[in-house]
């Protein structure tokens, strides 16, 4: 085995949609926070006025907090295949054929959740697979997994959890 490859098995738990969601969930109270506090830093309240600055502020929010979901997702999940929210839910971003995911995966799978998420789901869901891909994973060939163990091999079959 590659020192660049992980293997998830020879059988792949698909993560359930409900899994994936909470794990989301998750990951977005963290950065709505960090997102908060940084618009606290730069702006002095969290509270939005009516004058100009305020105004600004509340309408330029969510550039940066969907860039910064990037960053974090694109981060975590090209570095160890989890974000905070998938690993306390033991799930993981792999390649299709369950070994680790590459950059350009990750990155279309993160452009998909950060700037397109409703979109990405609903077409995800009205257009899925057996592999239970969103539209950004199958654009980026990677599925979202159950981990159970560190068992590793080759010859992938996907069940569903």
């Given amino acids: ?4 490859k992980s293997e998830i098995g020879s059988k792949i738990v698909l993560a359930k949609w409900s899994d994936r969601f909470f794990a989301w969930l998750i990951d ?13 830093a730069l702006f002095g309240t969290i509270y939005y006025e009516t ?8 309408n330029t929010q969510y550039i940066p907090t969907s860039i910064l979901f990037f960053l974090y997702w694109v981060f975590l999940e090209y570095k160890t295949g989890q974000t905070i929210g998938k690993k306390i839910l033991n799930l993981k971003v792999v390649r299709i054929d369950g070994f680790k995911a590459d950059l350009k ?9 950060s700037f397109l998420l409703p979109i990405d789901v609903i077409l995800g ?4 697979n057996q592999k239970r891909q969103r539209i950004f994973n199958k654009l980026g060939d990677t599925v979202v997994v159950k981990i159970k163990d560190a068992e590793n091999v080759s010859g992938v079959t996907y069940l569903k959890d």
């Fill in 51 to 58: 004058n100009e600055a305020g105004l600004w502020a509340e």
């Fill in 125 to 128: 869901g009205i257009l899925t």
């Fill in 105 to 113: 995966g990750v990155l279309l799978s993160s452009v998909g959740k």
């Fill in 1 to 4: 085995m590659s020192d660049d």
């Fill in 28 to 40: 977005f109270v963290i950065i709505s926070s960090v997102s908060t506090l940084i618009i606290f």
